[in-house]
């Protein structure tokens, strides 16, 4: 070591590479987001070509990474509902692996399932969640991937499989493919027999699927604006962003966008932003897809040994089954004496009322009904007339008459469509 | 000179060292003859040997446990902990996803921790930086020999999770977390990926270690400094407030491994692990460099 020159400035010099590498890192971090964004340019479209376009979409086979998240401003609630075990979806609330799976018991078995499945809407609406999507002509998978953890849907044409790797179940779900099939023809075949006698009936030909198409546009711009956005990049592809806006004052949505891939127009991105936010409520993209057909081996599915399978078979009505069900509910809705929920206003400000004792009728048992509601309560706010749960795009009340109004609008709305039924 | 150097703990591998740095005409050569004196003296010691002894025995009370007082009910405690009376290869898994949260890091933080202020405490240091260019290539070295700890300390774990699994349970083909099941072969060689997983996780820790080491003289310090900025990170990684700053946390993927028990296996995590252990291990090497360059060597 050269002692004798070792001035203030040269001992400066020597700490060039510690402070280097920090600045280096930082610059990457910056510029290599800002490359993968730099400079889009695909052919302009306006919303209508754009949307024929999304629709003409034929994708059959991809693969890909989605990544899905949510900032509704709901508290966090993995400390009240004690079922954090394993860790809710990468969410990074459970590091402390051991520790985390210890607490992981509210219940025995299926005496908390009831409380699980409250957990896992709540865990979607909080967080982030990955999942990988296959798909190849008939067959799909979603595979969503939680901390040491999974949770799979296998789609066939033989049916369904959905496997949860933590609960170390699995469900088949069947149809009973010649039941759907004939379900199929004979709907086809009365479609037919519709369409031709309203051909003959107006003596002009229908409407094209184009005509269709404008004229939905324009019963949408009634509500709200439609516009095509800055073109940008998901998942490393150009992409068209198609963005809603909607002109009512009520609601609060601030902002639909839609990324429609520029090559394939398959909807890669989609975002909720609330009024006034910058940041979306709530998200899901793409964060990488290819369209090549992924391997067959991805698509298979049996049931591990030491599995619990529950088998479901969906049965497959007639249809003339379907008619009667139609006819039925038709009459039912007549009947006032069996509460049905009603939906008040229209577009982005449309309330849903569910009248008292229209829910809570779906078999839960009283246990899991108790459990909810003292959630319930941690989860709401008293106001004149109810308690209100309010999210940054979901407002809902619950009034102390026992109805419950939800919609997309502000608290200020949902307290007037109580009070005056309008 | 050979008083002061026998003062410390260290032994024969020690002197041998000596005679290699003094001979700058072998520089390259100097370099590996360095690492191995190196990690000839980190694994002769029998506090290195302790480490790996408290790791190994996690593996054995998780096996002779359930042995013992039978299956755990399924969901509960840590994951695979279920699965082990079906399948014993599952006691090297579950004991890694134990040991990943704190006791790996223990270790690590000892060794790391100990890499300079160790032999400074010692008085050993400035023997070794006789050589000219010697700190930067002490620093390497040093390094190296962490990162070898690492792998040792993950496969250890791992290994004789296998080993005890495979006297202590039946052993068969392994359900992995997609359903899918796979050989027991094939199963071996997610778990020597998982222990490849754990070793890439624990490098950026490392260099933390190794650049708390230079700032001081007082080895403890620097093992518990690593050893609580890693707990302090985990706990960040817990707070739903700061989610802004967990992909930034070096702990941040370090459960990331269920990923190799996936089919087909993600990579994903693996590559981000191994981005982000790169740029903690640049960034602290640099300030460990930095500091260690401009240090006075006084003892």
């Known amino acids: 070591m050269r002692r004798s020159d070792t001035g203030a400035s040269h001992r400066l010099v020597r700490w060039i590479p510690a402070i280097a590498a920090p600045i280096a890192i930082g610059v990457g971090v910056v510029l290599v987001p800002m490359q993968a964004n730099a400079a889009v340019d695909l052919p302009d479209l306006t919303p209508e070509e754009l949307l024929e376009f999304a629709a003409s979409s034929e994708v059959d086979a991809l693969s890909g990474t989605i990544e899905q998240t949510s900032e509704l401003g709901l508290p966090d609630l993995s400390g009240l509902t004690g079922t954090m075990g394993g860790g809710a979806g990468g969410s990074g609330s459970d590091s402390f692996g051991p520790g985390g799976g210890d607490d992981g018991a509210t219940g025995d078995g299926e005496a908390s399932a009831s409380a699980t499945d409250l957990d896992d809407l709540i865990s979607l609406a909080t967080g982030t969640h990955t999942a990988k999507v296959y798909l190849d002509g008939t067959n799909a998978r979603l595979q969503v991937l939680d901390r040491l953890a999974e949770r799979d849907v296998y789609l066939s044409e033989a049916g369904a499989w959905i496997y949860d790797s933590r609960e170390q179940a699995a469900t088949h779900v069947t149809v009973d493919r010649a039941a759907l099939d004939a379900l199929k023809a004979e709907a086809e075949a009365r479609g037919e027999d519709a369409r031709a006698r309203m051909l003959a009936e107006l003596g002009t030909p229908l409407p094209t699927p184009e005509d269709v198409l404008d004229e939905a546009l324009a019963k949408l711009d009634e509500t709200t604006d439609v516009s095509v956005g800055t073109d940008a990049r998901v998942a490393g592809r150009e992409v068209y962003e198609l963005v809603l806006v909607p002109r009512d004052a009520d609601t609060l949505v601030g902002e639909v966008s839609v990324a429609i891939d520029g090559d394939t127009g398959l909807a890669l991105a989609a975002s909720v932003t609330a009024r006034g936010s910058e940041e979306p409520a709530f998200s899901v993209a793409f964060t990488d897809v290819s369209f090549d057909a992924p391997d067959a081996s991805v698509f298979a599915f049996t049931p591990p040994e030491g599995t619990a399978v529950t088998e479901h078979e969906v049965p497959v009505p007639t249809v003339a089954e379907l008619e009667q069900w139609k006819a039925e509910a038709e009459a039912e809705a007549g009947d006032a004496a069996s509460p049905r929920p009603e939906v008040i206003g229209e577009g982005w400000s449309a309330v849903v009322v569910l009248p008292a004792g229209a829910y809570g009728q779906g078999g839960a048992g009283a246990e899991g009904l108790g459990e909810a509601s003292a959630m319930l309560n941690t989860l709401t706010e008293p106001v004149d007339g109810g308690r209100i749960l309010s999210t940054s795009l979901v407002t809902v009340l619950f009034t102390d008459d026992g109805r419950v109004l939800a919609g997309a609008v502000t608290a200020d709305r949902l307290l007037d469509a109580a009070a005056s039924g309008r | ?299």
Request: with cysteine.
């Open chain 2, 1 to 299: 000179m050979s008083s002061e150097v026998e003062a410390g703990t260290t032994s024969a591998g020690r002197g041998d060292r000596e005679a290699v740095v003094s001979r700058p005409a072998l520089q390259a050569g100097g370099t590996l003859s360095l690492l191995g004196s190196e990690l000839l003296t980190l694994f002769r010691r029998r506090r290195t040997w302790a480490l790996l002894g408290a790791l190994a025995l996690i593996p054995i009370l998780i096996g002779v446990a359930i042995r013992v007082a039978g299956a755990a009910p399924t969901g509960r405690g840590p994951a695979f902990l279920d699965q082990i009376t079906n399948n014993g290869l599952f006691v090297g898994v579950t004991a890694i996803i134990v040991a990943t949260p704190l006791f790996l890091p223990l270790t690590i933080g000892v060794v790391a921790g100990d890499a300079i202020a160790g032999e400074a405490s010692h008085g050993t240091l400035r023997y070794l930086l006789i050589a000219p260019a010697g700190r930067i290539r002490l620093l390497v070295v040093k390094y190296v020999a962490a990162a070898v700890f690492c792998a040792a300390a993950a496969l250890t774990v791992v290994v004789m999770g296998t080993i005890v699994g495979w006297v202590l349970f039946p052993i068969g083909p392994v359900t992995l977390l997609s359903g899918a099941t796979v050989g027991v072969g094939d199963a071996l060689l997610r778990f020597l990926a998982i222990a490849a997983y754990v070793t890439v996780s624990l490098l950026g820790m490392s260099a933390i270690g190794l650049f708390l080491s230079t700032l001081t003289t007082v080895p403890v310090g620097a093992m518990a400094a690593t050893a609580i900025l890693a707990v302090a990170s985990e706990i960040m990684d817990a707070l739903p407030q700061l989610e802004w700053l967990h992909p930034w946390l070096f702990t941040h993927y370090w459960l990331g491994f269920g990923d190799l028990m996936r089919e087909p296996v993600v990579w994903d995590s693996f590559a981000e692990n191994a981005l982000l252990q790169a740029g903690y291990v640049l960034v602290f090497g640099a300030l460990a460099v930095g500091r260690f360059i401009t240090k006075d060597v006084l003892s």
